[in-house]
C-alpha cells in the first residue's frame, strides 16, 4: 500500500509475506517478509518465482530478476548478505521470532523407596536429565519422554527462545524464564501433558511445543500389615514329608500273630477284652542293640526340610519367645537371655513370629470357641488398586449373622454365593473368614497400582477340635476319699525323649503337634501294655545348649523336640512293661514294641531324662472303669459330684446319667443307702452299685462303683426277730412240696402278734425263724428249743386242741436277759366248713351282731355303715423311714375306701374319695399328676402353701374275710417326713340285700383323721 499505488482495499501500508513468496503488495522496493524460513530462520532462502500482480513491478524486483539473486528486506532495509541466508541484523532477536532453540528437562523431586522395591536408579534421582526423543529441532512441535521409576514425583524444564525480544515463555500456564529451569511440575502417573508457549515480540505470534511425559505406575504388591484380630501370626514353612513314611497304628503296625509270639493273649487296643500277659517273662530285647545314644544328636538336613534362600530362625531363639505365647507353650525352655549369634543374621533369615513383608506363609492357632475371624490389612503402595480375601462371608445376603451385624460393607465386593472373595481398600477390616474345625485356608491378594501386577500372601487358621472321649474326670471328693481307703497306692512315672532329627518349626502348627502327640501317646500306650494306664504327652522345642550359637535354620542345623511323657498306673506293679522299655530304648529296640517308621524317621531318638516315680493315694483314674469301695458304718447316703469336662465351648452332645437317672453336671446327686426292711439293726454285709454313664450322643462308657454296705453292730441285748416262715402240707413232704401261708401283718422286727390261716386239710403247719443277732442265747418254738431256719412241724390237730390255734416264739438275747415273745395265731379251716361259708351268702351279714352269730336284722338295710368307737384311726411308724398304719373297723360287714391328702387341698366329698380309688377318669384333677415329691417340695418352698385342687398323694381300699367287722391294718410307707398328711375314710355297705336296695349305702361325708 504504497504512495503510487493505493488500492482501495488497502488499510495498512505494509504486508507480512511468508517464505519470501512475494503478494500483491510486494512493490516499491518495500518488502516486509518473514526472514528465512518463520520455523527455522537458519534455513536457506527459496528462490522465487515471478507472481504475476496487477500493479507495476517495482524497479528493485525487475533488479532481483534480472540477476536471479534474492534481496532480503526488512522494514524498507536490504539485506546485505548474498543469496539464501539470513545476516544478524535480519534474524537475531528478531521481533517476530517465536520458535525455541533448545530445550532441557531435569528431574526435581523424587519420593522416597516404598519397602520391597529395588533401589531407586540414579536417572530417577533429583537433577538427573530426563532423555525425549525426537531430539530437538526448532521445526518439531512435539516430544515424548518417559522417567524411569514410579517414584519420580517432579520434574522442570528450561526452555531457551531463539530471540531476546520475545514477549515471553509459559509452561503449563506459568511463566518462565529463558534458559533458565521453571518451576517444579508434578508428574501424575502414566502420562501428564507439559505445554510450553513461546510468545514473540509481537504478541500475536506465538509456537507451541508440547512434551508427554509418561510415569510407570507402582508395581509394589507387599502388605504393610497384616493381622487378625485377637491373635498373633507366625511364619510357617510346610513340612515336606514326601519321603517320610505314612504313620501305622501300633495294632497294625505289630501284628495279632507278632503279640502271640511274644506271649501276649490279648492286648486291650487291639480289641481284646483286656490286657493278659502270658505268666513269664517277655524277652523285649534279646539279641538287638542296646547300647545307650548320647546327647547330641549329629547334624544334618533333617527329613522333609524344605530347601529354600528364606529360613526362619528357631522358635526357641526367636526375640519375641517371652511376650509370644504361642513361642512359650512350644519350647521346653526360654534360651533368649543367652543368644549368641556365631555369624550375622542375614536377610534370608526371619523371626517366627509377627508379619514380614517379605515372608508369604502364615499360620494362626485359634482357639476352640472361636467362630470366625477379622482381617486387619494395609497396603505399603497407597495407591495399590484394592486388596482381595478369600473364604469371607457375604455379610449383605446374611448381614444380621455373627460378625457382620452393625457393620457397614457397602464398600466391599463379593462374587457370587455365601463365600467369595471380598475386596477392599487399604486398612480396612475384612468381613467375617468362618474358620472351621482343622485347617481354613485363605489368601490376601494384593493387585498393586498397575492392575496387572498382584502379590499373594497365604494363611492356614488352625482350630483344633478337643480330642474327647465320654470320660469322666472323677466322681467327686467323697468317693475319691472312699477310692483311696480301699485301694493300694496309684503309681506315676515321668521321662523325656528327644527326637533330634525334628524341625521345631513344624510343632508350631497346632494341628499337626496336636497329631504328633496322639500318635506318639499310641505307642507308648501301646508299650505299656496294661488296660488302666493313663499316658499323657507334650512335645516341646529342644532347648539350644547355652554354649551353643543361636539356630538360624533349626531345618538345616538340627534342633528336634522333646517329647515329655506322663503314665499313671494303677498299681506299680502295672508299670514294669513300660519302665523295662525305656529302659532298654524300647521305640528301636524292643522287638513288637518300637516305634513306626514315621516317628523313626525323625530320629535319632534318645532318652534325656527320667524315669522320675513315685506312688500316691488311690484316686480316681478316668480310663479306669470299676472300683470298689467300702461305706463307713451308718452311711445314708452317698453324694457324687461328676464336673464338667474343661472343654470351651462345652462339647456337644455330652451327658451324664447316674443310676439311669439324668445328671446335671457339677450338682451334687446323692445315691440313697438302702435300708434294711425288717429294722434299722438287721442289716448284714451287702452290696450297693452306682453307675455312672458318660455319652457324646451314642457313643457311651460306663463306670461301675460297688460300694460295700459293712454290716449293722447288734448289741447284746437285741432279742429281736429277723424271719419268720410258715408252711403246710403232709408230715412227710418236702419244703418244695409245701405251700407257703402267708400271713399278716407283714414281717417286721418289732411286730409281735401275726395272724395265719390254713387249710385243715394240710394235716401240718410247718414254722422256722430266726433271731436277728447271731450271738443270741437260745431260741425256742412253744417252750422247744431249736435253730434258726429250722422247720419245727406243728400237727394242725394239736394246734386246734392244745395249742388253742397259737404258736409262741421265744427269742433269749446275748446277754441272757433280754428276751422277746412273738405269738403266731393260726386259724384253721376245715373242707366243709369252707364250703359251708362259701355257700351261706348271708355270712357276712353276722357281722353286725358279732362274728359269732346272730339273727339277722329285719327289713332293708339302708343306712351307711357305723365305725366301731376309736375307728378309724392313723398311727406312724418310725422304723426303717416314715410309715404310717390305717386301722379301720366298722359295726357291719363293709369295704372302706381312703384316701392320703396334703393339708393345704380342699376337703373332698365321699364320691370324690370313692373316685379316685377306683380310678374314675373324672377325679383324675384330684390325683396328684406327675413327681408327687416334686409336687411336695414345691409347695413346701412358699411360706404358706395355696389351697390345690390336686391333693391326694395315695388312695386305697380295705377289705378282710371278716368284712372288716374286725380290725384291718393298711401300711403307707416312705412318705415325706416334713409334711402331716390327712386321711380321709369312707365306709360302704357289704351285703346281698344290695340287690333290693341298689342305692349304695356309703357315708356321705368323708372321716377325716388329721395331721399325721
Not at 338 to 351: L, R
Not at 681 to 695: G, K, Q, V
Not at 725 to 733: D, E, F, L, V
Not at 844 to 853: N, S, T
Amino acid at each position: 500500500c504504497g504512495p503510487t499505488y493505493q488500492p482501495a482495499e488497502c488499510v495498512r501500508n505494509h504486508y507480512k509475506v511468508e517464505v519470501l513468496e512475494y503478494g500483491p503488495g510486494a512493490y516499491d522496493g518495500l518488502l516486509h517478509t518473514l526472514s528465512g524460513n518463520m520455523v527455522d530462520p537458519g534455513g536457506a532462502v527459496r528462490v522465487m518465482r515471478p507472481f504475476p500482480v496487477p500493479f507495476k513491478d517495482p524497479e528493485g524486483f525487475l533488479e532481483s530478476l534480472s540477476e536471479l539473486r534474492l534481496s532480503e528486506y526488512d522494514m524498507g532495509k536490504k539485506s546485505s548478505q548474498t543469496e539464501g541466508f539470513c545476516d544478524n541484523y535480519l534474524c537475531v532477536n528478531s521481533v517476530i521470532d517465536s520458535s525455541l532453540t533448545a530445550l532441557e528437562i531435569q528431574v526435581s523431586g523424587t519420593l522416597e523407596r516404598l519397602v520391597g522395591d529395588s533401589s531407586i536408579p540414579s536417572s530417577a534421582l533429583p537433577n538427573a536429565k530426563v532423555q525425549y526423543s525426537p531430539s530437538f529441532h526448532n521445526e518439531t512441535r512435539f516430544y515424548v519422554a518417559d522417567v524411569s521409576s514410579p517414584r519420580t514425583e517432579s520434574i522442570r524444564i528450561n526452555a531457551t527462545a531463539a530471540s531476546n525480544m520475545i514477549t515471553g515463555i509459559r509452561i503449563n500456564g506459568v511463566s518462565a524464564d529463558s534458559g533458565v529451569f521453571g518451576a517444579d511440575i508434578k508428574l501424575d502417573y502414566r502420562t501428564t501433558v507439559v505445554s510450553i508457549v513461546v510468545t514473540a515480540g509481537r504478541y500475536e505470534i506465538q509456537s507451541t511445543y508440547t512434551v508427554h511425559i509418561y510415569r510407570p505406575l507402582n508395581t509394589n504388591t507387599f502388605l504393610a500389615d497384616f493381622s487378625f484380630y485377637g491373635y498373633n501370626l507366625l511364619k510357617f514353612q510346610e513340612p515336606n514329608l514326601t519321603s517320610v513314611p505314612e504313620p501305622m497304628e501300633p495294632c497294625d503296625m505289630h501284628v495279632a500273630s507278632l503279640r502271640q509270639s511274644l506271649n501276649i493273649s490279648s492286648h486291650h487296643m487291639c480289641g481284646g477284652t483286656g490286657s493278659a500277659l502270658v505268666v513269664g517273662t517277655i524277652s523285649l530285647f534279646q539279641g538287638l542293640n542296646t547300647s545307650t545314644l548320647q546327647d547330641g544328636a549329629p547334624a544334618g538336613a533333617l527329613p522333609g526340610s524344605a530347601s529354600s534362600t528364606r529360613k526362619l530362625i528357631h522358635p526357641c531363639d526367636d526375640t519375641f519367645l517371652v511376650t509370644h505365647p504361642v513361642l512359650k507353650e512350644s519350647c521346653a525352655k526360654a534360651d533368649i537371655d543367652d543368644i549368641i549369634d556365631c555369624e550375622p543374621q542375614a536377610d534370608s533369615v526371619f523371626q517366627v513370629a509377627a508379619f514380614d513383608y517379605n515372608w508369604p506363609d502364615y499360620l494362626v492357632n485359634v482357639e476352640s470357641r472361636t467362630e470366625y475371624l477379622i482381617a486387619s490389612v494395609s497396603v505399603i503402595d497407597k495407591n495399590a488398586e484394592m486388596i482381595s480375601i478369600g473364604k469371607v462371608r457375604n455379610c449383605r445376603e446374611a448381614p444380621r449373622s455373627s460378625g457382620c451385624e452393625g457393620r457397614d460393607f457397602t464398600d466391599f465386593g463379593w462374587d457370587y454365593g455365601d463365600y467369595g472373595i471380598v475386596s477392599l481398600r487399604d486398612k480396612h477390616e475384612s468381613p467375617p473368614i468362618d474358620v472351621d474345625i482343622g485347617s481354613t485356608v485363605g489368601t490376601v491378594t494384593v493387585t498393586a497400582h498397575d492392575s496387572i501386577t498382584k502379590g499373594t500372601y497365604n494363611f492356614r487358621a488352625v482350630k483344633l477340635s478337643p480330642v474327647v472321649d465320654p470320660e469322666i474326670l472323677n466322681l467327686g471328693s467323697y468317693l475319691d476319699g472312699l477310692i483311696g481307703d480301699s485301694e493300694d497306692p496309684n503309681f506315676e512315672m515321668e521321662f523325656t525323649l528327644r527326637m533330634a532329627g525334628f524341625n521345631p518349626l513344624w510343632i508350631l502348627d497346632s494341628f499337626f503337634r496336636q497329631n504328633l502327640e496322639q500318635h506318639v501317646r499310641k505307642y507308648i500306650t501301646y508299650a505299656a501294655v496294661v488296660e488302666d494306664a493313663v499316658v499323657s504327652v507334650k512335645i516341646y522345642g529342644s532347648p539350644r545348649n547355652q554354649s551353643a550359637c543361636r539356630l538360624l535354620d533349626p531345618g538345616e542345623a538340627g534342633g528336634g523336640v522333646d517329647v515329655k511323657v506322663y503314665a499313671k498306673f494303677w498299681k506299680e506293679t502295672d508299670a514294669t512293661h513300660l519302665l523295662a522299655w525305656l529302659e532298654g530304648q524300647g521305640w528301636h529296640n524292643a522287638r513288637g514294641f518300637t516305634f513306626d517308621g514315621y516317628l523313626l524317621s525323625f530320629g535319632p531318638t534318645y532318652k534325656v531324662d527320667g524315669p522320675r516315680q513315685r506312688t500316691f493315694r488311690a484316686t480316681f483314674i478316668p480310663t479306669r472303669h470299676r472300683y470298689e469301695v467300702t461305706l463307713p458304718t451308718g452311711t445314708r447316703h452317698v453324694p457324687l459330684t461328676v464336673p464338667p469336662p474343661p472343654h470351651v465351648p462345652p462339647i456337644e452332645g455330652f451327658g451324664v446319667r447316674v443310676n439311669g437317672e439324668e445328671y446335671t453336671l457339677g450338682s451334687t446327686f446323692s445315691v440313697e443307702v438302702p435300708r434294711c426292711a425288717i429294722g434299722p439293726r438287721h442289716c448284714d454285709a451287702r452290696h450297693l452299685t452306682i453307675t455312672a454313664e458318660a455319652c457324646i450322643f451314642d457313643e457311651c462308657v460306663t463306670y461301675t462303683v460297688v460300694a460295700t454296705i459293712p454290716a449293722v453292730s447288734i448289741p447284746a441285748n437285741d432279742a429281736s426277730m429277723r424271719a419268720v416262715n410258715i408252711t403246710a402240707g403232709p408230715t412227710n413232704s418236702t419244703a418244695g412240696g409245701r405251700i407257703v401261708v402267708e400271713y399278716s401283718p407283714s414281717f417286721f422286727h418289732d411286730v409281735r402278734r401275726f395272724s395265719a390261716r390254713v387249710d385243715g386239710g394240710l394235716e401240718y403247719v410247718h414254722l422256722s425263724v430266726a433271731p436277728n443277732s447271731p450271738s443270741y442265747s437260745r431260741l425256742f418254738i412253744n417252750g422247744r428249743p431249736t435253730l434258726p431256719y429250722t422247720e419245727v412241724p406243728v400237727p394242725l390237730s394239736l394246734l386246734e386242741t392244745e395249742l388253742n390255734g397259737l404258736l409262741t416264739v421265744r427269742v433269749i438275747a446275748e446277754d441272757n436277759f433280754t428276751t422277746s415273745d412273738t405269738k403266731i395265731h393260726v386259724l384253721v379251716d376245715s373242707p366243709r366248713g369252707l364250703m359251708t361259708d362259701n355257700a351261706n351268702a348271708l355270712d357276712p351279714l353276722k357281722g353286725k351282731y358279732g362274728f359269732d352269730g346272730g339273727v339277722l336284722p329285719g327289713g332293708v338295710d339302708t343306712t351307711p355303715p357305723e365305725w366301731k368307737e376309736s375307728y378309724p384311726r392313723v398311727e406312724p411308724v418310725w422304723e426303717g423311714g416314715p410309715h404310717l398304719e390305717l386301722a379301720a373297723q366298722t359295726m357291719e360287714p363293709a369295704v372302706v375306701y381312703w384316701a392320703l391328702a396334703v393339708p393345704w387341698s380342699r376337703p373332698p366329698t365321699s364320691r370324690e374319695v370313692y373316685d379316685a380309688v377306683v380310678r374314675l377318669n373324672h377325679t383324675k384333677t384330684r390325683l396328684i399328676e406327675g413327681s408327687v415329691s416334686d409336687f411336695i417340695a414345691d409347695a413346701l418352698n412358699s411360706s404358706v402353701p395355696a389351697t390345690t385342687e390336686s391333693g391326694f398323694v395315695a388312695t386305697g381300699v380295705m377289705t378282710s374275710r371278716y368284712s372288716m367287722t374286725r380290725e384291718e391294718r393298711v401300711a403307707v410307707t416312705c412318705l415325706d417326713p416334713n409334711v402331716g398328711f390327712d386321711v380321709y375314710f369312707v365306709a360302704e355297705d357289704k351285703a346281698l340285700d344290695l340287690s333290693l336296695n341298689p342305692a349304695a349305702n356309703r357315708q356321705t361325708v368323708p372321716t377325716l383323721v388329721r395331721g399325721v
